[in-house]
């Protein structure tokens, strides 16, 4: 069974571009969350969608950031315009129901450095 | 303010040895608390667990020790082999227990010397 995919592993981008970040999580996986990891700090929620329905976007920090989830597959998360502060590493990861936090499994991450 | 902390950045311990590492929360409403294991490219992927109405929970080498008056737990892993070696996040999550609800703490490294 393939694991929860990133694409890319890495992005370098100059502050006011544009970056979108993907995720396939595990096949037949409708919870699919985002989290940030910055500067070596926390790993902290973003978002989470119930197949293409977005439950819960309290951790978005700011409009910058836009998730979505088309027809429950895939999701994409784009910033828009990057900043400084955005530079972190984005984890997104996949479960099957909504279970406690043993059963969801991570992605390797996208590390995003803003220039 | 962080409701979840890992004081400790990194750790090292000698092969064989015992390695400790502690997780200290805030909020009273946390009721289950993980501990995940990150090697570098990777993704966290969970080790243990540890529900609010025990005080220790144990998966062989490894055991988790909740003490809830002090809000304060700690993982052992006995003994600390090479393989070991990562970035070790406590987090915890309230009774719901939901994966949206994981508060992470900042993450200790963790290296054990051959």
């Known amino acids: 069974e393939a694991g929860v995919t990133q694409f890319p592993s890495h992005s370098v981008i100059e502050k006011g571009q544009t970056v979108t970040l993907r995720c396939d999580p595990i096949s037949g996986h409708d919870n699919l969350y985002w989290y940030r990891r910055v500067m070596g700090k926390e790993i902290k929620f973003l978002l989470h969608?119930?197949?293409?329905?977005?439950?819960?976007e309290s951790g978005m920090p700011n409009n910058r950031f836009l998730a979505e989830r088309t027809g429950g597959t895939y999701s994409t998360l784009k910033v828009q315009p990057a900043e400084l502060e955005d530079s972190g590493v984005y984890f997104c990861?996949?479960?099957?129901?909504?279970?406690?936090?043993?059963?969801?499994?991570f992605g390797e991450g996208s590390w995003l450095t803003v220039v | 303010d962080q409701q979840v902390k890992q004081n400790s950045p990194s750790l090292r311990v000698q092969e064989g040895r015992i390695s400790i590492l502690n997780c200290d929360y805030t909020n009273s409403m946390f009721d289950y608390f993980l501990w995940y294991k990150k090697y570098p490219a990777e993704g966290p992927t969970f080790l243990i667990s540890i529900s609010s109405i025990k005080d220790k929970n144990e998966d062989g080498r490894f055991t988790v020790f909740l003490n809830k008056s002090a809000k304060h737990l700690s993982l052992h892993i006995v003994p600390s082999q090479p393989g070991d070696s990562a970035v070790y996040f406590c987090?915890?999550?309230?009774?719901?227990?939901?994966?949206?609800?994981?508060?992470f703490g900042s993450g200790t490294q963790l290296t054990v010397l051959p």
């Open positions: 969608f119930v197949k293409e329905s977005k439950q819960d």
């Open positions: 987090a915890a999550s309230p009774i719901s227990g939901s994966a949206r609800q994981l508060t």
């Open positions: 990861a996949s479960s099957r129901g909504d279970p406690s936090g043993n059963t969801i499994y």
